[in-house]
């Protein structure tokens, strides 16, 4: 049974209830990596790393959820897995207190694991049951659903700033106790999920196929351009997230506290451009919003490497909010070509955003120690132009006629 394309009438209103607790659960996940990013100077500067080995943090718990998150998406497609959902807080929890009592590189590596062994196990489910609450509203619960993720991102160099510098290494596992009430959030979520699974308090199995597929050369080739489209979105949010800080205090002598402040204002722009992907998909098309939201960044991106410490940060702004908006249309377009596989494209998609980042991460790390900060951000500056791959895809009516012609 594909739990996500099932349809009763119980389910055509949007169950506000659970879509904000699976919601709140993206947020407070994310919040942790996000944490975990916005630390590496400190963790720089007390283990002495490189450059390189920093990078090489951030591949060691997104390559996790990057190689786990499309199996765990195909294996719950077929057997839906609800009370998953507040293991992934656990895991988190664990790795994030590891990662505050350690006292080796090894160590951050294996905390670091753990966070991504949550996640892993965290997106694909709970983008399905974003999914399976929106009540037919699926860009507006999939946008909804990241900007609790993207919010929680924008929130962890808040609290690296305010909390884990001053305090230390150390702090970091006591902010782990934020993973206890994502817990209990996602427990109530999966109870809710689990009732409408089964056939007393939801539909019998049924399985929702389209009457019409589409062409398989159309769906191999739509999903290329996706996925190529992501991986210029996600490469450049990777030097932002991972090396945003480190630039702006290499270039204009910031202090890691206003760092992270400027940091946040690009990732709380970033949260804001997801709300909106989702609901405007809705309305006039997925393929527009893909457009705009990739090679729309282009000015801004070309001109950040040239900017003063001042106009940096106003570029960022538009950077993060154009770019933020392409992921949910992304993902509903590709879920739209593939109904009944929403897991696996919601694993698969996640899975690449963080492979794509953890890899990213580590060869950006290699190119700053050799090269330096400033020449990564002149070579990431260029990756929106990939954007133009999106006249490739087919648009609303080429869509129709390909199902009609099917």
Same mark, same amino acid.
């Given at each position: 049974?594909?739990?996500?394309?099932?349809? %009763?009438?119980?389910?055509?209103?949007?169950?506000?209830?659970?879509?904000?607790?699976?919601?709140?659960?993206?947020?407070?996940?994310?919040?942790?990596?996000?944490?975990?990013?916005?630390?590496?100077?400190?963790?720089?500067?007390?283990?002495?790393?490189?450059?390189?080995?920093?990078?090489?943090?951030?591949?060691?718990?997104?390559?996790?959820?990057?190689? *786990?998150?499309?199996?765990?998406?195909?294996?719950?497609?077929?057997?839906?897995?609800?009370?998953?959902? &507040?293991?992934?807080?656990?895991?988190?929890?664990?790795? *994030?207190?590891?990662?505050?009592?350690?006292?080796?590189?090894?160590?951050?590596?294996?905390?670091?694991?753990?966070?991504?062994?949550?996640?892993?196990?965290?997106?694909?489910?709970?983008?399905?049951?974003?999914?399976?609450? %929106?009540? /037919?509203?699926?860009?507006?619960?999939?946008? *909804?659903?990241?900007?609790? /993720?993207?919010?929680?991102?924008?929130?962890?160099?808040?609290?690296?700033?305010?909390?884990?510098? &001053?305090?230390?290494?150390? %702090?970091?596992?006591?902010?782990?106790? *934020?993973?206890?009430?994502?817990?209990?959030?996602?427990?109530?979520?999966?109870?809710?999920?689990?009732?409408?699974?089964?056939?007393?308090?939801?539909?019998?199995?049924?399985?929702? #196929? &389209? &009457?019409?597929?589409?062409?398989?050369?159309?769906?191999?080739?739509?999903?290329?351009?996706?996925?190529?489209?992501?991986?210029?979105?996600?490469?450049?949010?990777?030097?932002?997230?991972?090396?945003?800080?480190?630039?702006?205090?290499?270039?204009? /002598?910031?202090?890691?506290?206003?760092?992270?402040?400027?940091?946040?204002?690009?990732?709380?722009?970033?949260?804001?451009?997801?709300?909106?992907?989702?609901?405007?998909?809705?309305?006039?098309?997925?393929?527009?919003?893909?457009?705009?939201?990739?090679?729309?960044?282009?000015?801004?991106?070309?001109?950040?490497?040239?900017?003063?410490?001042?106009?940096?940060?106003?570029?960022?702004?538009?950077?993060?909010?154009?770019?933020?908006?392409?992921?949910?249309?992304?993902?509903?377009?590709?879920?739209?070509?593939?109904? /009944?596989?929403?897991?696996?494209?919601?694993?698969?998609?996640?899975?690449?955003?963080?492979?794509?980042?953890?890899?990213?991460?580590?060869?950006?790390?290699?190119?700053?120690?050799?090269?330096? #900060?400033?020449?990564?951000?002149?070579?990431?500056?260029?990756?929106?132009?990939?954007?133009?791959?999106?006249?490739?895809?087919?648009?609303?009516?080429?869509?129709?006629?390909?199902?009609?012609?099917?």
């Amino acid at each position: 049974m594909a739990a996500a394309d099932v349809t %009763s009438p119980r389910l055509q209103t949007t169950t506000y209830a659970v879509l904000f607790a699976v919601t709140a659960g993206h947020l407070i996940n994310d919040t942790l990596q996000a944490l975990l990013l916005s630390i590496y100077p400190l963790l720089r500067d007390l283990h002495n790393l490189s450059f390189a080995q920093v990078g090489f943090i951030t591949l060691a718990f997104q390559a996790t959820a990057s190689v *786990l998150q499309p199996l765990i998406g195909h294996y719950t497609d077929k057997k839906p897995f609800p009370y998953s959902l &507040p293991v992934a807080p656990a895991l988190s929890l664990i790795g *994030l207190v590891v990662v505050g009592l350690a006292h080796s590189y090894g160590m951050i590596l294996v905390g670091a694991t753990l966070i991504g062994l949550g996640s892993s196990i965290f997106h694909p489910e709970a983008s399905r049951l974003a999914r399976l609450s %929106s009540g /037919g509203r699926f860009g507006f619960a999939q946008s *909804l659903f990241q900007v609790g /993720g993207n919010f929680g991102t924008s929130i962890g160099p808040l609290l690296a700033a305010f909390f884990v510098v &001053p305090h230390g290494q150390g %702090s970091v596992a006591w902010l782990a106790l *934020l993973a206890l009430f994502s817990i209990a959030v996602l427990s109530y979520a999966a109870k809710w999920y689990a009732h409408h699974l089964s056939p007393k308090g939801g539909p019998k199995r049924a399985h929702v #196929i &389209p &009457p019409n597929p589409l062409p398989r050369r159309m769906i191999v080739t739509s999903l290329v351009v996706l996925l190529c489209l992501m991986f210029s979105k996600f490469l450049y949010t990777s030097s932002m997230s991972s090396f945003y800080t480190f630039y702006l205090i290499d270039t204009f /002598g910031l202090s890691p506290k206003e760092a992270q402040i400027d940091l946040f204002i690009y990732l709380a722009a970033f949260a804001a451009g997801t709300l909106l992907g989702g609901p405007i998909g809705d309305r006039i098309g997925r393929k527009a919003v893909i457009w705009f939201s990739v090679l729309g960044a282009l000015p801004f991106t070309l001109a950040l490497p040239y900017a003063n410490h001042f106009w940096t940060v106003v570029l960022s702004i538009p950077i993060g909010f154009i770019l933020a908006s392409a992921f949910s249309a992304m993902l509903v377009y590709a879920q739209e070509l593939m109904p /009944g596989r929403v897991g696996m494209i919601s694993g698969l998609f996640f899975g690449v955003a963080f492979g794509i980042a953890a890899a990213g991460a580590a060869l950006l790390g290699m190119v700053a120690d050799a090269t330096s #900060i400033g020449f990564v951000f002149h070579i990431c500056s260029f990756l929106p132009a990939i954007g133009l791959l999106a006249m490739f895809l087919p648009n609303r009516k080429q869509l129709a006629a390909a199902q009609g012609a099917g």
